[in-house]
């Protein structure tokens, strides 16, 4: 399979992603800022069901007895000691700050880069897309979250400015990256190639779960970003090394409960 074919989701992806901010910047800075406010708030409510959506996932998991929930809650809850004891936080921010500076970016670039590149980038599409399109070349999964992206780029421009922009480049590398790596071992880890195989997976599944978690927190900051209160958001980047520790966690216990 040419490289062309693993990564012809991704390429798509990239292209929505830079579309909707361009029209974001073009329209969205002529809207009212009550209106941008308003958007910012229709977004979280869908991107609140989506998260929702996701986390019920860890309803169809367990091991043994224990519930795929009390799994995905320890695995966020070291997660995020581990999250905060690296930085990750800040080191998102860091890189939103530089890239700010190096391309002369204004206003909230580095809050649109962080949150576009957190909702971009987690979620089942993002992981389920990539082994599909890397194993088979089949970008289907990824042309449907290109749109979904594409129209959250819009609004999140309107309100954040050109930093949602340079989420692209963030797509690009963790989109791309699963794609290229479905081709090498994903199919022996997971089963198969075959969508709705992976989508059964209970390593997909608690991963899925867990990453709703999250996505429901980038909810709840979109829709204080909406209401004027960011001060209070949740640190969701600290919360990124439990998509790694969940499918851990799963494996862990049940080689436990043998």
Same mark, same amino acid.
């Given at each position: 399979?040419?490289?062309?074919?693993?990564?012809?989701?991704?390429?798509?992806?990239?292209?929505?992603?830079?579309?909707?901010?361009?029209?974001?910047?073009?329209?969205?800075?002529?809207?009212?800022?009550?209106? +941008?406010?308003? *958007?910012?708030?229709?977004? !979280?409510?869908?991107? &609140?069901?989506?998260? @929702? /959506?996701?986390?019920?996932? =860890?309803?169809?998991?367990?091991?043994?007895s224990i519930p795929g929930v009390i799994l995905a809650l320890i695995?966020?809850?070291?997660?995020?000691?581990?999250?905060?004891?690296?930085?990750?936080?800040?080191?998102?921010?860091?890189?939103?700050?530089?890239?700010?500076?190096?391309?002369?970016?204004?206003?909230?670039?580095?809050?649109?880069?962080?949150?576009?590149?957190?909702?971009?980038c987690i979620g089942p599409m993002t992981f389920v897309g990539g082994? +599909?399109?890397? *194993?088979?070349?089949?970008? !289907?999964?990824?042309? &449907?979250?290109?749109? @979904? /992206?594409?129209?959250?780029? =819009?609004?999140?421009?309107?309100?954040?400015?050109?930093?949602?922009?340079?989420?692209?480049?963030?797509?690009?590398?963790?989109?791309?990256?699963?794609?290229?790596?479905?081709?090498?071992?994903?199919?022996?880890?997971?089963?198969?190639?075959?969508?709705?195989?992976?989508?059964?997976?209970?390593?997909?599944?608690?991963?899925?779960?867990?990453?709703?978690?999250?996505?429901?927190?980038?909810?709840?900051?979109?829709?204080?970003?909406?209401?004027?209160?960011?001060?209070?958001?949740?640190?969701?980047?600290?919360? &990124?090394?439990?998509? @790694?520790?969940?499918?851990?966690? =799963?494996?862990?216990?049940?080689l436990t409960l043998r």
């Open positions: 399979m040419s490289l062309l074919s693993q990564l012809s989701g991704t390429f798509v992806n990239v292209g929505t992603v830079l579309l909707g901010t361009l029209l974001g910047l073009t329209v969205g800075g002529r809207l009212p800022e009550r209106t +941008q406010r308003s *958007l910012l708030q229709t977004l !979280s409510l869908v991107t &609140l069901f989506i998260g @929702l /959506d996701m986390a019920g996932n =860890l309803n169809r998991v367990a091991a043994g695995s966020l809850a070291a997660g995020v000691v581990i999250g905060e004891a690296l930085g990750i936080e800040e080191g998102l921010a860091r890189l939103g700050e530089t890239l700010r500076r190096r391309f002369r970016g204004e206003g909230r670039f580095t809050e649109g880069f962080v949150a576009a590149s957190l909702l971009f082994l +599909q399109n890397g *194993l088979t070349g089949d970008s !289907s999964t990824y042309i &449907l979250k290109s749109t @979904l /992206d594409g129209i959250a780029a =819009l609004a999140l421009a309107g309100a954040y400015g050109i930093g949602v922009g340079f989420s692209a480049v963030t797509v690009l590398l963790v989109q791309g990256g699963i794609s290229l790596a479905a081709g090498g071992f994903a199919a022996s880890l997971l089963g198969g190639a075959d969508p709705e195989v992976l989508k059964t997976n209970p390593y997909v599944l608690i991963l899925t779960g867990a990453g709703g978690l999250t996505i429901i927190g980038i909810s709840w900051n979109l829709m204080l970003a909406g209401l004027g209160m960011e001060d209070r958001r949740v640190r969701v980047g600290s919360m &990124l090394p439990a998509l @790694l520790l969940a499918p851990l966690a =799963l494996g862990l216990a049940n």
